[in-house]
């Protein structure tokens, strides 16, 4: 067991998948002599060499087009964006080829690629280095999308990322990269399938259904709502696409009323598929339609008024007492 | 490959020079300035002011007023020498780093400090002074210059575009598509990039084989490599650069040769990439120093004159901190301003939601 920050297991999980498997690379801006802006790779260069810890010219669709390139010959690259906001001069790389190009070569290509994105808000930062980018890629089929909430999941998963024989998006929530929990990096029984969720609370209800940055919030917003007498279930969904239905449904049936989470905005955001599903699989044990709280459908604003934009425990609770409204 | 320890600073590389870092003047077959003594002096309270407003922000900082600041300190030459050579009509798109260049298109200081401070993601109106938003993501703004310098060639009007980037942004997809935008349509711009020597913590090898200005012939345009601690070359080759646009001859590439003599950013800590000897040599470069010792030497100017600046500096600090403290913050419902030129369904009613959820806390 040690205690471990998110960034810090993210950076033992990258350690250990680069010393299972020499044809792990990392690549990405400043991930070198840096360790990257959040330290995720602190060390790494210094301990696996240039050749495979590689600080690569300022180009983003250069770093996700050579990685595929760089797949197609073998290895099994993790690139790093700096920030969520930049993700976008890649996208054609990873919509149109990435994903794709495996089912263009009927199965014969695979493209064992990890996009590794820092995301969401709350750190104070200038514009475009606080956005939930999640819903331009669980949209596009061929990706596998995760996102880990906590240091032990993120020290799993970005394992089971690396070792998919799929591309995966793996999103890391900046804001909690300084979070600390025990991580126990001895053995591999305790992992969870990095395309299942957790049920992290257990609760009768309501269920809460967050991932990423807003677990964290979730979790408060069921301590909070448990002093007045309300029994909140918080499911971690750690895997946008594949999506664990059944565990989602199986908690929907039970308690009756869904609250999703998400930091993105609330518009067309990942919350309205999770909706959608609900209704269409659970209609008759609802007690209430499923209610969303998320970000506005405006740009992301400047940060002395992020407090307003991200879900906070007050929305959150709000949004569990309109459950109760119908 | 090789690197000199000083990057670049012992061992100056082709490049276009007026004004040496001992403070003498030298010729160049190609390039002259004839400035008076008032312009000279101009020129260093210029470079004085801005590295004063640049200090005070990043004291800003350190207090917390600011999120976050980029500093501009050891490119002041780069920036007043460019930004003096631009007319009323020519067009200035930024990075986040140009405040020497915002200062010359009178964009009060302060307007700067918003984006920093978080309470807005701009400050100015852009055509009130032909000086565009700060652009965060790398590269981006080099194509909007690009397509701002096509419609002034349709309008036939007698101004050019400048785009500022850094050494790193030249390795950006955006970044070669504008220089082949700029070749192929003859478009008037001149491409100022600043080569501090660094991208965050990658150093120039990690972006070229070949010294940056040199990339412009492959794309069919000239390129030129200046001093950039010397504000006499910055000003005389960005005006030839700017004067060729207007009068229809296309794109120039500039490479300003200077160094970041201060952290990427106040988030970052250059200890972990980078050897102290480096500054030490490039400190001797300095681009105030230099101005300083030329007026000197020239009796341009007296120790009144320097402490007049001085003076003027610290009140313009003490100015700026004033109205960066005073400056009002936003509120919630701004959220929803302008994110749409009219009204819009979707905004509205989000707007009234968020408004009727926040006074539920008042009552
Ligand atoms: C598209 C994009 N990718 C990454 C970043 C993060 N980032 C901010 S500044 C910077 C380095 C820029 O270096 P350079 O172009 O040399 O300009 P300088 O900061 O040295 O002035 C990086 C990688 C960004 N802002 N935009
Ligand atoms: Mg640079």
Known sequence: MSILTLSKAINEGLRKAMEDDPKVLIMGEDVGKLGGVFRVTDGLQKDFGEDRVIDTPLAESGIVGTAIGLALRGYRPICEIQFDGFVFPAADQIITQLAKMPL????????PVVVRIPCGGGIGAVEHHSESPEAYFTHTGGLRVVACSNPADAYS???????????????????????????DTASTDWWTPFDEASVVRQGTDVTLLAYGPMVKTCLEA??????????LE???????????????????????????????????????????????????????????????????????????YLPDLDRILEAVDRTFTY | MTVDASRGADAPPELVQLLTPEGERVEHPDYDIDLTPEEVRSLYRDLVLVRRVDLEAVALQRQGELGIWASLLGQEAAQIGSGRALTDADM????????????????????????????????????????????IVIGSQTLHAVGYAMGIQRDGANAATIAYFGDGATSQGDVNESFIWASVFNAPI???????????????????????YRRASGFGFPGIRVDGNDVFACLAVTRQALRNAREGQGPTLIEAFTYRMGAHTTTDDPTRYRVASELEAWKLKDPIERLKAYLFKNELADQAFLDSVEAEAEDLGADLRRRCLEMPDPGPLDIFDHVYTGSHALIAEERAQYAAYLEGFES
């Open chain 1, 157 to 183: 998963m970005i394992q089971q990322a690396v070792r998919s024989d799929d591309p995966v998006i793996f999103f890391e929530p900046k804001r909690r990269y300084w979070e600390k929990a025990e991580v």
């Open chain 1, 104 to 111: 263009r070569s009927l199965g014969a290509i695979k493209l």
């Open chain 2, 190 to 212: 001149v491409f100022f990039c600043q080569n501090n020597q660094w991208a965050i913590s990658e150093p120039l090898e990690k972006q070229t084989r070949i010294p940056l």
């Open chain 1, 234 to 308: 918080v499911i971690d969904l750690r895997s946008l696409n594949p999506l664990d239905f059944p565990k989602v449904m199986e908690s929907a049936r039970k308690t009756g009323r869904v609250v999703v989470v998400h930091e993105a905005p609330v518009y067309n955001g990942f919350g309205a598929e999770l909706a959608a599903r609900i209704t269409e699989s659970c209609f008759y044990h609802l007690e209430s339609p499923v209610l969303r709280v998320g970000g506005f459908s405006t740009p992301y604003p400047p940060s002395k008024l992020e407090d307003h």
């Open chain 1, 222 to 231: 069921a301590t909070a709502a448990q002093d007045e007498g309300r029994s």
């Open chain 2, 92 to 135: 200035a798109f930024p990075t986040y780093r140009e405040h020497g260049v915002a200062w010359c298109r009178d964009v009060d200081p302060v307007n700067l400090l918003g984006l920093f401070r978080g309470v807005n993601h701009g400050g100015w109106d852009p055509a009130e002074h032909n000086f565009h938003l700060y652009t």
